[in-house]
């Protein structure tokens, strides 16, 4: 009778164990491949210089994380920190030549997916 209550209780646990590593893997497969192409899209040229357009770095990421990451977590939140990469101070105009990307989603009971992704142009 141990016996069978001890393996109830280890199938359960392996099935919890599954659950989360499948979301963990597909949440890192979503976020770490971010399609660069998302944020080219996004980048235009003023004065010489490469600048991220706020609001359509936004909006396209947004877009690519709600149909990404819908199908391994219910709620899911992401932040961008846009900042001037040259003294790392807070960018307050529309256009910013980086931007710090955190995207983070409650698993199973209290463990969270965190992940800080940091995209900085360079040159012209």
């Known amino acids: 009778m141990i ?3 001890i393996s109830a209780i280890l ?10 590593n499948f979301s963990m ?6 976020v770490i491949n971010t399609p660069i192409e ?3 899209r996004t980048v235009s040229y003023e004065d010489e210089i490469l600048k991220f357009e706020k609001d359509r770095v ?5 877009h690519y994380y709600s149909k990404s990451l819908s199908r391994y977590c219910k ?3 992401v932040d961008y920190y846009f900042y001037n990469k040259a003294d790392g101070s807070m960018c307050l105009n529309n256009r ?4 710090e990307i955190t995207v983070s989603c409650k698993l199973i ?3 969270t997916f965190y992940r800080v992704m940091y995209y900085e142009l360079k040159g012209k």
Do not use: H, I, K, P
Not at 25 to 30: E, F, V
Not at 96 to 99: N, Q, R, T
């Open 75 to 77: 709620d899911y939140t």
């Open 58 to 62: 936004e909006e396209d990421l947004s």
């Open 11 to 20: 199938v359960s646990f392996t099935g919890l164990l599954f659950s989360l």
């Open 3 to 5: 016996l069978l209550f």
């Open 109 to 111: 009971m209290d463990y």
């Open 38 to 40: 998302l944020l080219y």
């Open 96 to 99: 910013c030549d980086a931007v």
């Open 25 to 30: 893997q597909g949440l890192n497969r979503a």
